[in-house]
T-cell receptor
């Protein structure tokens, strides 16, 4: 069974803290993604990675960075957390070619920044 | 650029009735895919159905069908015989094909469906 695992379901951090959100997939997928989900706005793409060590900015990259040193792992980093980054963060992965191109999602990480 | 518009923030439907969730899209890509996902209150994203832009037939998966009208750039989801378990948030999404391959999925704002007994 395919699996995308996000390290934390719930996090509470203080303004200014550095925050790491980790995502691991066991499907040997080349593509990995980070989205944030906010009510009324749907899912918005923060960053994505086509392959190891490759990354591209999505629609809302400001305040975030990412790291993909290994194929199975894609990390989202908030260098200095702010209250407007309180949100649900969803990691997803996908095969680069073939099939429908559907995304496989993790369970999400709900981050609260105080 | 890709854009997905879902104009229905919330909808109600009676159990066992059919319901249509609207989705329109905009893209400059000639080849693209359209997706619907379901997100129950537990939060997981469940893939429901896919339609390729060159598919001549509308996609169907069990009680789900995608009413694809390419000229109108619409990709509405039809759920037949609604069940209480269909109560959830539904997202329409698309991915075009660029020079690097398939683009990331762009999602709409979602429609919250509530099925009433």
């Amino acid at each position: 069974d395919v699996k995308v695992t996000q390290s934390s379901r719930y996090l509470v951090k203080r303004t200014g803290e550095k925050v790491f959100l980790e995502c691991v997939q066991d499907m040997d997928h080349e593509n990995m993604f980070w989205y944030r989900q906010d009510p009324g706005l749907g899912l918005r793409l923060i960053y994505f990675s086509y392959d190891v060590k490759m990354k591209e900015k999505g629609d809302i990259p400001e305040g975030y960075s990412v790291s993909r040193e290994k194929k199975e792992r894609f990390s989202l980093i908030l260098e200095s957390a702010s209250t407007n980054q309180t949100s649900m963060y969803l990691c997803a992965s996908r095969l680069a070619g073939g099939g429908t191109g559907e995304l496989f999602f993790g369970e999400g990480s709900r981050l609260t920044v105080l | 650029a890709q854009k997905i518009t879902q104009t229905q923030p919330g909808m109600f439907v009676q159990e066992k009735e059919a319901v249509t969730l609207d989705c329109t899209y905009d893209t400059s890509d000639q080849s693209y895919g359209l997706f619907w996902y379901k997100q129950p209150s537990s939060g997981e994203m469940i893939f429901l159905i896919y339609q390729g832009s060159y598919d001549e037939q509308n996609a169907t998966e069990g009680r789900y069908s995608l009413n694809f009208q390419k000229a109108r750039k619409s990709a509405n989801l039809v759920i037949s015989a609604s069940q209480l378990g269909d109560s959830a948030m539904y997202f329409c999404a698309m991915a075009g094909y660029g020079w690097t391959g398939r683009r990331a999925l762009t999602f709409g704002s979602g429609t919250r469906l509530q099925v009433q007994p």
